[in-house]
C-alpha cells in the first residue's frame, strides 16, 4: 500500500509540473508587466500569432513584427523585436479631453504625477487651444510614468493615434531603436 501511495504521489507532481512547464510559468524570459489583461511585455510573441481571434493586421520587417488587434472600438497594437513584445498600445476609439483627463487621473492615482512631455506652441496655453494644436499636428500632449527601469508607461494624444495609452518594455524599446539608428 506504501509504494502505491509513493507512486501515486509521484504522478501527481510530475503531472503538476508538466502543466506548469506548458502553461509558461517556467520560461526563461519574465514577464515585465501584464498589460491589458493578455499581453505580456517582455514576453514571447509567439502565443499571439495562434491566438483567435486572430490579429486584424499583421506586418512584419526584419526582427519586428506589428500585430494590430480589435478591442471593441480601440485597437490594440502588440510591437515585438526579435520575437519579445516590446511595447503593447491601446488606441481609444474616441479620443476627447474628457477621456484624456480621466486616464491621467487614474494613472497619476496609481503611480503618481508622472513626468509631462507634452509639446506645444507658446501660444497654446489653454486646453482649446492645445486641442487644435493637437487635430492640425502642430502639438502633442503626453505624460510618462517609470513605476520600473524594466518598463514605462505613456500617455500620450498625437494627431496621427489619437488617445493613445502604451506600455513599453525598456531595454528592449532601446535595441529596437539602436538596430533602426544603425540602418538595419
Known amino acids: 500500500?506504501?509504494?502505491?501511495?509513493?507512486?501515486?504521489?509521484?504522478?501527481?507532481?510530475t503531472l503538476l509540473l508538466a502543466a506548469f512547464a506548458s502553461s509558461g510559468a517556467f520560461a526563461n524570459e519574465p514577464c515585465l508587466k501584464m498589460v491589458f489583461g493578455h499581453y505580456c511585455l517582455g514576453g514571447d510573441v509567439g502565443p499571439l500569432l495562434q491566438s483567435v481571434p486572430p490579429p486584424l493586421v499583421r506586418q512584419e520587417q526584419d526582427t519586428s513584427l506589428a500585430l494590430v488587434f480589435v478591442d471593441g472600438p480601440d485597437r490594440l497594437y502588440v510591437l515585438a523585436f526579435n520575437g519579445k513584445i516590446y511595447k503593447v498600445v491601446r488606441?481609444?476609439?474616441?479620443?476627447t479631453q474628457l477621456r484624456y483627463e480621466e486616464t491621467y487621473a487614474a494613472l497619476r492615482d496609481i503611480y503618481g504625477p508622472g513626468e509631462d512631455r507634452s509639446r506645444f506652441s507658446p501660444d497654446a496655453t489653454t486646453p482649446g487651444r492645445r486641442l487644435v494644436a493637437i487635430r492640425r499636428g502642430e502639438g502633442v500632449a503626453m505624460h510618462v510614468w517609470t513605476p520600473s527601469p524594466a518598463w514605462r508607461i505613456e500617455l500620450s494624444w498625437t494627431r496621427e493615434m489619437g488617445l493613445a495609452l502604451a506600455y513599453v518594455a525598456t531595454e528592449l524599446s532601446a535595441a529596437r531603436a539602436a538596430q533602426i539608428d544603425r540602418g538595419l
Open 1 to 13: 500500500m506504501r509504494g502505491t501511495r509513493g507512486i501515486r504521489i509521484a504522478a501527481i507532481f
Open 91 to 95: 488606441a481609444f476609439g474616441v479620443s
